[in-house]
């Protein structure tokens, strides 16, 4: 068998071996193409197939239909936090536990009912409170976009506090779609489960040297820095004055005259011995800071907070300090873990007025002072970019009934803002339904065909507001935006449409291209291959090109529509060859062409 080449082939065979090679090498160039070009170019041809099927329009207005339940109660954050894991004086409290200063997040979601065209689902979503406390003890924030409640704990408290909220969806109070949540908030706890050791088994220690203890929290799963958001390593019990040395609430051993001593913290002793005369520091000390500011919630944001630095004035022979702050509820210190001279101060969960001060470890009476205060930190002009979607709120914008878009604050890197509450109004409430007031979320549904101005404002600061200016127009039959509705057209067009058309020009160029050298079925088995081929390399490129990536999804997709192109071809080739063969059945042959010709000449 004589190997087949493309020279002197009929001009069928080199005008679909042209199609079928500009394919490939149009498809593996758009592998080529970075991510977002790619997905402008498919959003491209979505929009013009949307414009297509939108045509025709329903200007009737959008009806609201509501959520029919309140399905899950996710509460994974608060889980570990039972009577078994916190040592709570009254174990017998089953409720979720919110340790004072903590933050929970509860995760709801609706079960939303199959909408037909011109209706949208109630996007309105309440958190009452049950138990008649205000903002002082626990705050609410809510974020309709994903159901999310988010709670925290915002002042100590002497007792545990039973609190309990109602969250519901949608407008009309129905017992399926409510649920009501108990937890408790309690203090900070003692630890019950610690370990406390020393480098050594006797300690020996200098007049006014200090001595550190190692106190470990332990709990399967969780690392200190997590847990001392709940326990209170200074609630441990210790020993203030023991002879000649003492023992702080962090855990520091003090000496002050030499002989041999009894520490005791948490429970667990130390033998202590003193050397030397006693010799007090004779120096002052002082505090230098920054120009910065305190705001509520610094501490849970890096980049934020005021430095602190306590400077002796003379040179001492025990330079260690200690930090404090007089309320950790409204300010908490974190020391520089290079040098303990130095600390971040945070704003915590109050507002007031704090005093933060640095101890000497070797004479207690020594200290130097400095008094801040905390507040909610409110928008600026640099800080007030109100967004949706991802994308910046424009002046005016076109939108369609049936349609919501959820406005919140966008805060650059760097700007921390605690106060991101806002509010909204609207002269035409016919068109424009509005949800949110007075939180982080604000969430507008447009639901009849007219014009609206919507100012959107800042809670906080409200010399900060935007007036946006909607043209509401009829529900589209297809939203072009829809990104469920793009990623069908890049897989359906961009992945199995253009392999289809490989597929049926593959076909077409084999099955000619091996005419007279080899049996035809072969041709399926060599277009096969070469679009197996073509999928695996474009997807192999996607690999190293910028917001690109493989997945055997995507070959499947692209082999199933060449192999569909293939079956097609293949399909018609056989009814062209069928209907020649009938043509050729129903010809008359030569014999009786000759017997028709002599019964004419007869008659």
């Known amino acids: 068998m004589s190997v087949p080449s493309l020279k002197n082939r009929k001009p069928v065979v080199y005008v679909f071996f042209s199609l079928f090679v500009f394919f490939g090498a149009f498809f593996l160039a758009m592998s080529c193409v970075p991510g977002s070009a790619s997905s402008n170019q498919s959003n491209w041809v979505a929009n013009l197939l949307a414009s297509f099927v939108n045509v025709f329009e329903d200007t009737s207005p959008a009806t609201k239909v509501e959520p029919s339940a309140l399905l899950t ?18 174990p017998s409290l089953s409720s979720p536990k919110m340790a004072v200063g903590s933050t929970t997040r509860l995760t709801f979601s609706v079960d939303k009912p199959e909408l037909n065209k011109g209706e949208y689902v109630d996007p309105s979503f ?32 002497e007792e545990d506090k039973a609190c309990k909220v109602l969250i519901q969806a949608g ?40 001595y550190t203890l190692d106190t470990e929290l332990l709990s399967d799963g969780h690392d200190e820095s997590y847990l001392e958001r709940y326990y209170d390593k200074t609630l441990l019990e210790h020993s203030p004055i023991s002879g000649g040395i003492s023992v702080d609430e962090y855990g520091v051993i003090h000496a002050y005259q030499t002989g041999t001593y009894v520490a ?15 010799n007090k520091p004779s120096g002052s000390l002082s505090l230098s800071h920054d120009d910065g500011t305190l705001h509520i919630e610094d501490y849970d944001h890096d980049g934020t907070g005021v430095n602190l630095q306590a400077v002796w004035s003379d040179e001492v022979p025990d330079s260690s300090i200690r930090w404090e702050s007089s309320n950790e509820m409204i300010a908490r210190v974190i020391v520089d873990t290079d040098d303990s001279s130095k600390c971040t101060v945070k704003g915590y969960r109050e507002a007031g007025e704090v005093t933060i001060s640095a101890i000497s470890n070797a004479d207690n009476s020594i200290k130097a002072s400095y008094t801040l205060s905390s507040s909610e930190s ?24 049936a349609k919501i878009v959820v406005v919140t604050l966008d805060i650059p890197d760097g700007v921390f803002v ?39 404002q800042s809670v906080g600061n409200q010399s900060l507001k935007k007036t946006i200016s909607v043209n509401i127009q009829a529900e589209l039959n297809q939203d ?35 005419e007279g050298f080899m049996k035809k079925e072969f041709s399926l088995l060599f277009s096969s291959l070469s679009g197996l081929l073509v999928a695996g390399l474009s997807e192999m490129i996607q690999m190293f090109i910028p917001g690109r990536g493989a997945t055997f999804t995507d070959i499947g997709i692209d082999f199933g529509g060449y192999m569909i192109g293939l079956i097609l071809s293949y399909l018609g080739i056989l009814l062209v060859l069928h209907i020649k063969k009938k043509k050729k059945g129903n010809a008359p042959s030569s014999d009786q062409k000759i017997d028709a010709t002599e019964e004419n000449q007869s008659k």
Not at 133 to 142: G, H
Not at 264 to 278: A, C, L
Not at 378 to 401: R, W
Request: hydrophobic content about 30%; overall charge negative.
């Open 73 to 90: 109660k996710d509460d994974s954050s608060t889980k570990s936090f039972d009577s078994s894991f916190l040592n709570l004086d009254n």
């Open 418 to 456: 605690s106060d991101k509450r806002l509010i909204a109004t609207s002269d035409n409430e016919n068109a424009v339904e509005i949800d949110g007031n007075g939180t982080q979320y604000i969430a507008l549904s447009f639901h009849q065909v007219g014009d609206a101005n919507i100012t959107i």
């Open 264 to 278: 005791s913290y948490g429970g667990t002793s130390f033998n202590v011995t003193v050397n030397g005369s006693v």
């Open 480 to 514: 072009p935006d829809d990104p469920e509705y793009q990623m069908s057209v890049r897989k359906i067009v961009g992945h199995l449409g253009w392999f289809t058309l490989g597929g049926a020009f593959g076909t077409l160029f084999f099955y000619f291209f091996v």
């Open 378 to 401: 409110v928008p600026d002009e640099n800080s007030f970019n109100l967004v949706y979607s991802g994308k910046e709120l424009p002046s005016s914008m076109i939108s369609h009934s």
């Open 126 to 157: 309440t958190v009452t409170r049950e138990d008649g406390s205000d903002e002082s003890l626990y705050t609410i924030n809510i974020d309709p976009t994903t159901y999310t409640v988010r709670l925290v704990s915002r002042c100590d408290v």
């Open 171 to 210: 407008d009309e109070a129905k017992s399926e779609n409510q649920y009501e949540y108990s937890f408790d908030i309690v203090k900070r706890q003692t630890p019950y489960r610690y370990e406390v050791t020393a480098k050594d088994d006797n300690i020996t220690l200098s007049v006014n040297e200090t």
